[in-house]
């Protein structure tokens, strides 16, 4: 049951590992906030369909899964969007089209495809939790690089000293590809090494297998 | 029950379930989404005609002219007594990247600039989105409609393009309401006396 919730956070974290939902991941964090009301969206919307789904696995012939996957994800999705411009609309107004863009980000369907549609309804549920973290947390990571350096500030706070110059790059697009490009870079190099390590205690006097091979990269869609 | 039915079954339960569903939180939402609407362009209105304690539409219906020729819409403020004291109109033009809208308020008679604000724009972060900067778009206050606004205001340090754009926008739409659209209300308003 553990193992479905902490599964997103490191070891299928949708955005560093599995490089899945990437439209959003590099749209929107030019801010730690902005980062951070994504990444709930998107959990609210995943835990929403994940358990609507299982709990409507048997019902749904498999015929016309996709079709009804993708109705009840547009509909939390509204159901999200409707919220945030009601209770946050400053928020709203930052995310824009991103947060319509929700439905076909591929992390919800995926993991409706994947997980959803054959487990029961709390497996799915500790499953998005764990997805829709990860994605929260990875996207909060980047929001906040960006911002700290192409700011100078952190969730709207000024943390940078006086007369720093602001990395304009770190705002445009760019500054979201080198930054992602280096985490991810980071986390396979950090992942390859402690596998490693605890490869080599566990089998010693075996000869230790080729690091990257414990790299699992799960593709379950491209790009959006 | 044939494969066929079920799967027409199966997708008419769930069309209707999140019909329910949406206008269900959508009756909830919406008059809160309305509200903010309305405070966030009384506020907007108020900043821009510092003036005005109220204000109403310009509708087509009131008058002999068609506002859309002249902006997306179109308010009358009022002082305490009801009198007018100027219009706040809403532009779009392009900016740098999608267009750019302005609200603007034009004090009367003279058809000064009470204020400017950018409501919506799709400017680079960092740089073209500074038009929403205070000291930038202060400066229009009580430039008159000379139709010559890009001489008498500063552009923004690497933001040169979408400065000009509000600029440009600001320019062009006080010039042809102070010239075409001012004459005709002026008419109207001493006819209705």
Redesign the interface.
Known sequence: MFADLVRGLWKENPTFRMMIGMCPTLAVT?TATNGLAMGLSVAFVLVCSSAMISL?RR???S??RI??YI??I??FV??AD??L???L?SIHRVLGLFVPLIVVNCIILGRAEAFASKMPVSRSILDALGMGLGFTMALVILGSIRELL??GTLFGTRIMWEGFT?W?IM??PPGAFFTLGLLVGLINWLSTNLSKGSALRLRAGRRAKDGTASVHIHRVGSGQ | MSSGAKMILALIIVSVGAGVVLAVVYNYANPKIEEHAALRLADSIGAVLPEASSFTKLESADVSFDPSSFADEIYLGHDGQGESVGLAFVVTGPGFQGGIKVLIGMELPGCTIGGVRVLEHVETPGLGARIEEDWFTEQFIGKEASGKLDKEIDTITGATISSKAVTNIVNDYVYKIAQELIPQLGVLERGSR
Do not use: D, R, Y
Request: charge should be negative; hydrophobic fraction near 60%.
């Open positions: 030019t409507l019902q749904i012939p015929e016309v079709p009804c109705v009840i547009a509909t509204t159901v409707l919220f411009a009601a209770f609309p192409g700011f602001e304009v705002i445009l």
